[in-house]
C-alpha cells in the first residue's frame, strides 16, 4: 500500500491526480475498523494530518470557522465549547481519550453515518460545510450534503476543507442514549438550539433516519408557543408535550442490531422534552 502525506489542500489534491483511487484518511477511527474486519482494503492513501489550515478555526461575529482536521478533543478547547456548547458536548461522547485524539469533525462529516455524533448538531446550527476539488472551492449547506446513510453530495476527489456554523445567541444541548453510558454509537441522539435573538428554535436528529434530520414542525411549534420574554415560564407540559410529540413524528427510525424503531421513537421523544426543558431553564 502507497502512503502520500502533503503538507497543503493544492498538495493532496495533486496526490489524488497520481492516485486517482485513493482513499482519504484523516484521523483513521473509521475506516481503520473496516481495515481490521477485512472490510476495505485501500491499495493507496492519503494521510491528512500533515495538512496544516485544516487544524486552523477562528470565532468572531460572523460565526465560527472549524477546520475539517480539527479533533473531537479540540472542539472542547474553551474558545469553541464557549461559541458552540452542543458541539463540544456531543464530541464528549464520542469514543475513548485516544478516539477523541484523533477523530476529526471533517471525518465524521464525510462519513456521513447516521448516528455520526457532531451530525445533528451541525444540521440544528445550520452549518455549511466548504469543499474543494480541482475544479474550485464551493459551499455545500450541510443539510445538502447527507444523501443517504454513509452517502454525501460530495463529487470526486472534492475535500471538506472546513465547517462554518453562523452566529447563534441562546442555550444549546446534545443528548444521546446508547447501549451503555460511555464508547457507544448513538441508538439516538437529539441537538437543540435555541437562539434568543433570532427568536428561532432548530432541532438536528440523529441514528432515527437515513440522515441526520430536522424536525420542522417541532421548531415552529417551539417557535410559536414559546414566551421569549420568560422561557422559564413557558416551559409548560402545553410546550414540551407538543414539542416532544411532533420530533417524534419527524423521526424515520429502523430496527437494527442496536435498537427497536418503536424504543429509537420513544426515546428521541423522551430527549427532545428533555432538551427543551434544559434551554428554557437557561431563560
Known amino acids: 500500500m502507497s502512503v502520500a502525506a502533503p503538507a497543503s489542500i493544492p498538495g493532496v489534491l495533486d496526490a489524488w491526480t497520481d492516485r486517482p483511487d485513493a482513499t482519504l484518511v ?14 476495505r482494503r485501500p491499495s ?17 461575529d460572523v460565526g465560527v470557522t472549524i477546520g475539517a482536521g480539527v479533533t473531537y478533543t479540540e472542539l472542547q478547547d474553551r474558545e469553541l465549547a464557549t461559541a458552540v456548547p452542543a458541539l463540544a458536548q ?11 485524539n484523533a477523530g476529526t469533525i471533517g471525518g465524521n462529516i464525510g462519513t456521513a453515518s447516521p448516528a455520526g455524533d457532531t451530525l445533528p448538531v451541525l444540521v440544528a446550527l445550520d452549518a455549511v460545510v466548504d469543499v474543494q476539488g480541482v475544479g474550485g472551492t464551493r459551499e455545500v449547506p ?56 433570532a ?7 440523529g441514528a432515527v433516519g437515513p440522515v441526520a434530520l430536522r424536525a420542522v414542525e417541532a421548531e415552529r411549534f417551539a417557535e410559536a408557543t414559546i414566551d421569549w420574554d420568560d422561557p422559564v415560564r413557558s416551559a409548560d407540559a402545553t410546550l414540551l408535550t407538543g414539542f416532544a410529540d411532533r420530533v417524534a413524528d419527524a423521526a424515520r427510525p429502523i430496527d437494527d442490531h442496536r435498537s427497536t424503531a418503536g424504543y429509537r421513537r420513544h426515546a428521541v421523544q423522551i430527549l427532545a422534552r428533555r432538551a427543551l426543558q434544559r434551554a428554557c431553564s437557561h431563560g
Open 199 to 205: 427568536r428561532t428554535v432548530r432541532v438536528g436528529l
Open 142 to 197: 450541510i443539510d445538502e450534503l447527507f444523501t443517504g446513510p454513509k452517502r454525501t453530495a460530495l463529487a470526486a476527489h472534492e475535500v471538506i476543507t472546513a465547517v462554518r456554523v453562523p452566529p447563534c445567541r441562546g442555550p444549546q444541548e446534545f443528548l444521546k442514549v446508547g447501549t451503555r453510558n460511555a464508547m457507544i454509537i448513538a441508538t439516538v441522539s437529539v441537538a437543540l438550539v435555541l437562539d434568543r435573538d
Open 44 to 60: 493507496s492513501v492519503i494521510a491528512l494530518h500533515n495538512v496544516g489550515e485544516l487544524r486552523e478555526r477562528s470565532v468572531g
Open 26 to 39: 484523516a484521523g483513521g477511527t473509521d475506516i481503520m475498523v473496516d481495515v481490521n474486519f477485512a472490510r
Open 90 to 100: 456531543a464530541a464528549r461522547t464520542v469514543g475513548s481519550p485516544q478516539i477523541r
